[in-house]
């Protein structure tokens, strides 16, 4: 028997009409012979009340009270999908984040998981039509309930359907990925088929549908990922292997990160440890920086990379720390920049994808200060002005 | 150290600022070197709401999914408290049922407690100053969870207390147990102390405080239990072995129950099956009778007994359903009465109690229908209109 794994966020079951929808679509699906497991975030909303709530109580609630209250969210959906399902005469069992067997670990609010023992959802299938799973929740090693942080709820679905080895399908409001975003280059086409990597480099390089971290259990598993506008006829995306995707381009996707801080330092002592001292400062801080690209001469050397826009107040304090330890390094930093990367899993094979690319740039008279590349992809730091022509230039360069 | 099992009811928890309130209570306690095991309900008006949205949903929704439901009104509830609690610099963990161990059998939403596996409670009070407990859940063999049904959360508090050996206090919105019901005889007196078997008596004869069940749990492990006002000063009731109490009554309480029927059959053949069919259909239907009296002479018999008024309707169907079997019958039925009862375990050692319960009620000119005693009860069927003297004049002459 078929059996896939469904996902619905809170937006899609926002109001009780929106989930009877959804129940009435899983019943179609169940007539037509197949099993269902079906996570569900909390109704749209909820989630932002309770945590007003605890924050109206304390000004710094403890994290394990807070993941207990907010997890309520997900199953009273649960239970309000189950009883509609019940009511249309579908065989359903519905089991919080720890009935489901989703251990995790890490700390309460940005838990990770670290198993799961499907041992009573394998049962509870045998039993029933559609089992109804709170999503974005577990249970610890100390049998604390935890939550899974950003994205949460999608990481249920796609290590559920790792675990059990079937298709999982994530319904969202946007109706599949893009080539690139819609809202800068309205032409964008969308993509029907995409392989894990790209998709991992879209996600990673801004486009942010999909949290990374779901592609990658899904590729570690093989499992086929779809992404689609919940209750819609539109076609979606499928997320696959490389070997299942049947139309190849040299680029599948451009993505757009906005509000990039770019730097560049030189230091005319090549022996300085001032790449060890800012690195270690970033670390301590949390910042992640990246396009890191370094260059040694006879002149000393010279590093560039960038960083998020809002890490510009606590970049400030960093420079001035490392700039008292190094006082004869001279320090570029330029705001309002924008990271612009295309996204293909065929620049493997196919030749010259980078430079048609730096010569449309070029043509376009849009500057560019630095390119790193990785294996399929190719990113830009362009001015923040220019970032959305030279997204629709890429775009048009490569026909998405 | 001193440790205790404290229960608050929906209303003491029913906003945000009487959990501060209690909060505030309860750090005092723990700043005066006591431990606490603190047990909730859902905030006063939750359970109702969630329940109204599940009607909405299905006319006949299922139990367990209505279970899973509700129950996250106590997760809610111990959250809230938890993070004022942390707030005010206490240790608290807070505990679902399952999390405490609450291990249930018998249907999703009238559930019992099967057994509690305290290991991970008594671990939590051990690096805790107060652990918070969701009252009126559990979980069963299957995993699933469930609510116990009504007083619930007092069977969870008197069942935690009797496992970890502590005495029970279960706070409300009356001040205690009284001799009889304050609104029908205002002046009857608070009883500060009063024996386990006395209470059951109390409870099951209408003076519905405390569900017999909580109360026959304590007798059975000899858990001291209380019974008084939320963050109120009044001394409350405490609910103790025989040999605990000091001052002893002949007659501790007065309790009545209003609205029941009358019913008395006579039948001739005194080899009838009369009371065989009566009792089957009675049991068939899931209603209580209660005081039972049966008398066989030369005439053949007769047999008295009680049932709840609100059972009236469906009597009416089990009546001509028996008098089609057995047609010469004579049936007296008689509704709009009440059931006065006085309760005391001093009447074990003490005689001459139902004589002078008698004198008083036949002086005063009130006729009753039928009499019924246990060990420490003696009750009287009394017309409805003179319920209220009746309760009147038996207090008076026992001086409660």
Same mark, same amino acid.
């Given at each position: 028997?078929?059996?896939?794994?469904?996902?619905?966020?809170?937006?899609?079951?926002?109001?009780?009409?929106?989930?009877?929808?959804?129940? +009435?679509?899983?019943?179609?699906?169940?007539?037509?012979?197949?099993?269902?497991?079906?996570?569900?975030?909390?109704?749209?909303?909820?989630?932002?009340?309770?945590?007003?709530?605890? +924050?109206?109580?304390? /000004?710094?609630?403890?994290?394990?009270?807070?993941?207990?209250?907010?997890?309520?969210?997900?199953?009273?959906?649960?239970?309000?999908? /189950?009883?509609?399902?019940?009511?249309?005469?579908?065989?359903?069992?519905?089991?919080?984040?720890?009935?489901?067997?989703?251990?995790?670990?890490?700390?309460?609010?940005? /838990?990770?998981?670290?198993?799961?023992?499907?041992?009573?959802?394998?049962?509870?299938?045998?039993?029933?039509?559609?089992?109804?799973?709170?999503?974005?929740?577990?249970?610890?090693? #100390?049998?604390?309930?935890?939550?899974?942080?950003?994205?949460?709820?999608?990481?249920?679905?796609?290590?559920?359907?790792?675990?059990?080895?079937?298709?999982? #399908?994530?319904?969202?409001?946007?109706?599949?990925?893009?080539?690139?975003?819609?809202?800068? *280059?309205?032409?964008?086409? &969308?993509?029907?088929?995409?392989?894990?990597?790209?998709?991992?480099?879209?996600?990673?390089?801004?486009?942010?549908?999909?949290?990374?971290?779901?592609?990658?259990?899904?590729?570690?598993?093989?499992?086929?990922?779809?992404?689609?506008?919940?209750?819609?006829?539109?076609?979606?995306?499928?997320?696959?292997?490389?070997?299942?995707?049947?139309?190849?381009?040299?680029?599948?996707?451009?993505?757009?990160?906005?509000?990039?801080?770019?730097?560049?330092? *030189? #230091?005319?002592? &090549?022996?300085?440890?001032?790449?060890?001292?800012?690195?270690?400062?970033?670390?301590?801080?949390?910042?992640?920086?990246?396009?890191?690209?370094?260059?040694?001469?006879?002149?000393?050397?010279?590093?560039?990379?960038?960083?998020?826009?809002?890490?510009?107040?606590?970049?400030?304090?960093?420079?001035?720390?490392?700039? &008292?330890?190094?006082?004869?390094?001279?320090?570029?930093?330029?705001?309002?920049?924008?990271?612009?990367?295309?996204?293909?899993?065929?620049? &493997?094979?196919?030749?010259?994808?980078? /430079?048609?690319?730096?010569?449309?740039?070029?043509?376009?008279?849009?500057?560019? *200060?630095?390119?790193?590349?990785?294996?399929?992809?190719?990113?830009?730091?362009?001015?923040?002005?220019?970032?959305?022509?030279?997204?629709?230039?890429?775009?048009?360069?490569? +026909?998405?």
């Amino acid at each position: 028997m078929e059996t896939s794994v469904l996902k619905f966020g809170g937006t899609s079951v926002g109001d009780f009409d929106k989930i009877k929808e959804i129940a +009435n679509e899983l019943k179609s699906r169940v007539s037509r012979g197949e099993k269902l497991i079906v996570v569900v975030s909390a109704m749209g909303g909820t989630t932002d009340e309770l945590l007003l709530n605890a +924050n109206s109580l304390s /000004s710094t609630p403890k994290e394990d009270h807070v993941a207990l209250l907010l997890t309520t969210g997900e199953q009273q959906t649960i239970s309000y999908l /189950s009883i509609i399902l019940d009511d249309l005469g579908i065989r359903t069992k519905a089991m919080t984040g720890y009935q489901a067997g989703i251990k995790t670990f890490g700390g309460h609010m940005k /838990s990770r998981i670290a198993d799961i023992d499907q041992k009573h959802l394998e049962a509870a299938l045998d039993n029933h039509d559609v089992v109804v799973i709170a999503g974005f929740q577990g249970i610890n090693d #100390e049998m604390e309930i935890t939550t899974l942080g950003r994205g949460g709820s999608d990481t249920t679905a796609v290590a559920i359907a790792a675990r059990c080895n079937m298709p999982c #399908e994530i319904y969202t409001d946007v109706d599949g990925v893009y080539a690139t975003d819609p809202r800068v *280059y309205e032409e964008a086409g &969308r993509i029907y088929e995409i392989t894990y990597d790209e998709m991992m480099e879209m996600s990673a390089l801004g486009a942010g549908v999909l949290e990374t971290r779901c592609i990658e259990i899904a590729k570690n598993h093989s499992i086929p990922l779809y992404l689609g506008r919940t209750l819609s006829d539109e076609k979606g995306t499928w997320i696959m292997e490389d070997t299942q995707v049947l139309e190849r381009k040299a680029v599948t996707g451009v993505a757009l990160d906005s509000d990039i801080i770019h730097v560049t330092l *030189y #230091e005319p002592e &090549r022996e300085s440890t001032l790449i060890f001292d800012l690195f270690e400062k970033f670390e301590a801080h949390d910042i992640n920086i990246d396009m890191i690209s370094q260059v040694v001469n006879s002149e000393g050397f010279q590093l560039s990379f960038t960083v998020k826009g809002n890490e510009s107040y606590r970049l400030d304090e960093i420079f001035e720390a490392v700039e &008292r330890l190094h006082p004869e390094m001279v320090m570029d930093v330029r705001t309002n920049h924008s990271k612009v990367s295309i996204i293909g899993s065929g620049m &493997r094979d196919m030749t010259g994808v980078a /430079s048609r690319a730096f010569m449309a740039l070029q043509q376009a008279g849009i500057p560019f *200060y630095q390119t790193t590349t990785s294996e399929i992809s190719i990113s830009y730091v362009v001015d923040g002005e220019k970032d959305r022509q030279a997204v629709e230039v890429l775009a048009k360069k490569f +026909n998405l």
